[in-house]
């Protein structure tokens, strides 16, 4: 089945510490995103990408970073410059179309210890 | 900058119930609108979407959705709700890039269902 991969679904970080969380399609689709969920704040977009090797930041880039190597693949690095890591994170992908549906991974709960 | 209001942060309602989820979003053309719903600790699901044609759109699971370009709002409905449905429910504006969608999200309603 076709889909959005995500992993880990729980990851633990000491402060100071760099970590990556894993996305990955078998959609065929262009484009990914990477989206931070908090209580009560929605989703706020953090990096965007239609391409592989070309990648925008989002609303809330400060302290990610992403990379886009294949079509399948968009990896999110949380560094230590991102003073509060502490979330929910979500990436999603969509089809080259006006009006497509987004389709979502499972999310990484991200607890910085 | 597009945006997304939802200004009811929760919501109960008894099981059997009708429902209405507001939502206003503030685009400069006519906006591609979406409405979410996440389970607790899950990823979102798509429930309907409105980009042209009829304002009254149906999803999956019995909602349906109303947009009114005078009001700026794409509100969520369902008749009757059902135990199932308590999750949350998020409403989303997309603003084309290169033929893609990206998308700008509410803040979410936690719907509550009682007996």
């Known amino acids: 089945d076709g889909g959005i991969t995500q992993s880990p679904k729980y990851l633990f970080r000491k402060e100071g510490q760099n970590v990556t969380l894993s996305c990955e399609q078998n959609l065929n689709h262009d484009a990914m995103y990477w989206y931070r969920q908090d209580p009560g704040q929605g989703l706020r977009l953090i990096y965007y990408s239609q391409i592989v090797n070309d990648f925008q930041k989002g609303d809330i880039a400060e302290g990610y970073s992403v990379s886009r190597e294949k079509k399948e693949s968009f990896p999110l690095t949380v560094t230590s410059a991102q003073k509060n890591p502490t979330a929910f994170y979500l990436c999603?992908?969509?089809?080259?179309?006006?009006?497509?549906?987004?389709?979502f991974g499972q999310g990484t709960r991200l607890t910085v210890v | 900058a597009q945006s997304v209001t939802q200004p009811d942060i929760h919501i109960t309602v008894s099981e059997g119930a009708s429902l209405e989820l507001r939502c206003n979003y503030s685009y400069g053309a006519t906006p591609y609108l979406f409405w979410y719903v996440q389970s607790p600790g899950q990823g979102l699901q798509l429930l309907l979407k409105?980009?042209?044609?009829?304002?009254l759109v149906q999803g999956i699971k019995g909602f349906e959705a109303e947009f009114k370009r005078s009001q700026s709002s794409f509100n969520l409905r369902k008749p009757s709700v059902h135990w199932s449905d308590a999750a949350e429910y998020f409403c989303a504006v997309g603003d084309s890039f290169g033929g893609n969608e990206k998308l700008t999200f509410g803040t979410g309603t936690r719907l509550t269902i009682i007996p």
């Open positions: 999603a992908s969509t089809p080259r179309a006006a009006g497509a549906e987004a389709f």
């Open positions: 409105y980009f042209s044609g009829d304002t």
